[in-house]
Each structure stands twice: as C-alpha cells, then as structure tokens.
C-alpha cells in the first residue's frame, strides 16, 4: 500500500474493548496511522464515512456487528468512494464476516490493512444497499425477536433458542418471485436474498453465494406439510436437507409481489413493502478480504 492511513469507524458499545484497543496500538506501532471515530447514534456511522472520505483517508474500517458494517459499507458505496473498506466483526453473529473467511480476533483482522483490496458486489432494494443479505419470514422474525441479553449471554445460539420457542407464531407469507427466466409463486416460511451466505447467527441460506459474479442467491423455503421438520432443518442450520426443501436461484435482479406485506430484514434493518426489486450491484466496493475467501469466485 502506498499510504499507510486508515480511520476505523467503531460501534460505541466497543469503545473499552481492550482487545480492540491492543489491535489498533499494534498496528499503530507497525507504523500505520491509525485513528478511531466512536457511534453514538443513529446515523453516525454515515455521517462519519463522509468525514472520513472528505478528510482523504484511503481506507476505512468498520468495526462492529453486521448492521454497522452494512451501514459503512452502503455510506461508501451510495458516496461512489474510492476508498477501501477492512471488516473489523464485533457483533454478535458476524454472518457476513464468518462466511468470508475474516477472523474474529481484532489483531487478526485488522492484519487485512496489508492485504490488497479487491471490488465486490452489493445488494440493492428499494434505495437501500446491503452488504451480507435480505431475509423474510419466520427467519427475519428471530433475528428480530432475540434479545440483546440473550445475544449478549449466549452469542449466535441465542437465535437458535429464541427460533426453537417461536414455533407457535409461524405462519406462510405469499408471494411472486419474478427474474431472468425464472418465476415462482406460492406460500413460503422463509426467503433469503443473499450477496454472503448465511444470516440470523449463522442460518446458511445461500450456501453457493459469492460476492464478485454479478448475481443474487435466491433461496425460498415454500410451505410444507411438515412445518417443525422444515424448521427444525432450517434452525439446525443443515445445508443438505435445506437444499432438499428450497427453491434456489442465482439472478442478477429479482422482482416479488407479496399483496399482504412481507417484512424483511436487510443486515438488522427492518423493511416492509408489498412490492419490491432487488438487484446486484456489481463491483459496488473495493473490501480487503482474506486470500481464498470463500465468497470470492476463482478468477479472483
């Protein structure tokens, strides 16, 4: 790298980590000039994407969980910088950070700083972007139904157990899906959109996504019979037996129509419509990510 600069954006609830602290003074020592921005609230993580691209810095890190990560990432995107981003994973499930290969040990992600950037894709819908995926149904309801305590207690298994007590509130969603010489329409218990792989503390959806083809996996879990089977299939997180039960495309856009409301959930933002497109934005952001990461196609 010619210039040894970076400005990590961190989550305010990260602020005393001290093994975050020791991660940037190591690096700091190694003679990066390193400096840190603290969230307080809503909005903040964009407002300091653009501070950071108007005082030039070349690389931005973002450290936190899955949302503060989407958030900097789409900041850097809408802002069409051409900034990097490093992944510093902080949060609770880190869906998007596991499923490419970046460690969960600060000192070892911030070694990324020395690894070269490369462009990859985001997801689009209704002016959002997202950085990892879009989940609907039962699937986005545990996300959003399990508790900070319980997160905080038991890390990624919290959505497991908040998923195994929600059975009772299950219920199938309709909807048209609509893209390149691809249509489907039915009842569906879940629905993932994913540019990563996994979502909701490590439920794979898109087992096959990478985030440098151009493309969305599409994966719709439809309606069956056997709706604990189903679910106990999606919540044990087993590749195999989801793919037995799943609809599964690879688009560069898709189209649903959901005419009673589908709420989603775009990296821990809630959206709800009864209408929308979602499209890839290819080569949206320059990232660091680990050699052979899994997300990354071979001519990488």
């Given amino acids: 790298m010619s210039e040894r600069k970076a400005l990590l954006i961190l989550h305010g609830k990260q602020a005393l980590n001290e093994d975050v602290r020791a991660a940037v003074q190591a690096r700091r020592d190694e003679g990066w000039e390193l400096a840190v921005r603290v969230t307080w609230e809503g909005g903040d993580a964009q407002r300091l994407v653009g501070e950071a691209l108007a005082a030039g810095y070349p690389t931005i890190i973002a450290g936190g969980g899955d949302g503060t990560l989407r958030d900097v990432a789409e900041a850097m995107a809408l802002a069409d910088a051409d900034a990097s981003l490093v992944l510093l994973p902080l949060g609770t499930a880190n869906d998007f950070a596991r499923a490419a290969g970046v460690s969960l040990v600060p000192l070892e992600a911030l070694a990324l700083l020395d690894q070269a950037a490369t462009p990859i894709d985001l997801g689009e819908v209704d002016g959002q972007l997202f950085l990892n995926m879009a989940t609907g149904g039962f699937g986005s309801k545990i996300t959003v139904n399990t508790s900070?305590?319980?997160?905080?207690?038991?890390?990624?298994?919290?959505?497991?157990?908040?998923?195994?007590?929600?059975?009772?509130?299950?219920?199938?969603?309709f909807g048209r899906f609509k893209g390149p010489d691809f249509t489907w329409e039915g009842d569906f218990l879940a629905l993932g959109i994913g540019n990563g792989r996994q979502a909701g503390g490590g439920h794979v959806l898109c087992p096959q996504a990478r985030v440098n083809d151009g493309l969305l996996d599409i994966c719709i879990i439809p309606a069956p019979q056997d709706v604990v089977g189903t679910l106990g299939t999606l919540l044990s997180g087993g590749i195999l037996g989801l793919e037995s039960v799943s609809i599964n495309a690879r688009l560069p856009w898709v189209e649903i129509e959901a005419p009673e409301g589908l709420d989603l959930n775009l990296d821990g933002e809630p959206l709800e419509s009864t209408a929308l497109r979602f499209n890839a934005r290819p080569a949206a952001l320059r990232v660091h990510l680990p050699p052979g990461s899994p997300l990354l196609g071979m001519d990488a």
């Avoid at 900070?148 to 969603?173: C, I, M, N, P």
């Fill in 148 to 173: 900070e305590e319980l997160k905080r207690v038991l890390g990624g298994a919290a959505y497991f157990l908040t998923g195994l007590t929600r059975f009772s509130d299950v219920h199938a969603a």
